[in-house]
C-alpha cells in the first residue's frame, strides 16, 4: 500500500458547541468551509485542509479511543515562525519541540497546540518545494 496524502481528519467535537470548533480552525488556521452530505443523526462541518479535509462530529463517540502517544494530526505551514507569532497574539498556549537538533540543519522544529476541545494539532515548516 502506497499512501499519497491525508485526505481526511475527523475531529470529535466532545462537549463544545459545533459552531465554536468551526470558527477556530476557520479563524486560527484560516480553513474555508466544504460542501458536506447529510448524515444522519451526525451533525458536522467539512472544512478544507489544504488539498485534505478536517471533519468536525458533532455526535457521541462509539467508545474509548486508541490512544497511544495522544490523538493528533500534523498540518504543514509555509511559515512557522509566522504561525507561532498568530499563537502568541492569540494567547494560545503550545508546546515547542525539536527533532535530531544535531543534524546540520538544526532539526525539524514541531509546535503543539489544543483545539477547545482539549484535540492536538501539530504544525512543522511545510519542507516541499
Known sequence: ????????????????????????YRD???LRDEPR?????VEGHWLTLGDSQLHLVAAP??????????????????????????????GIEYFRGVQDPDRADGGVVQIWFADPAGHTIELQQETRP
Do not use: Q, W
Not at 11 to 18: E, Q
Not at 37 to 41: N, R, T, V
Not at 75 to 80: I, N
Open 1 to 24: 500500500m502506497k499512501v499519497t496524502r491525508v485526505h481526511h481528519v475527523s475531529v470529535n467535537t466532545g462537549d463544545v458547541d459545533l459552531d465554536e470548533m468551526a470558527n477556530f
Open 28 to 30: 486560527v488556521l484560516g
Open 37 to 41: 452530505p447529510h448524515i444522519a443523526g
Open 61 to 90: 463517540p462509539l467508545g474509548p479511543p486508541i490512544d497511544p502517544l495522544g490523538d493528533h494530526y500534523c498540518v504543514s505551514v509555509a511559515d512557522l515562525d509566522a504561525a507561532i507569532s498568530e499563537l502568541d497574539a492569540r
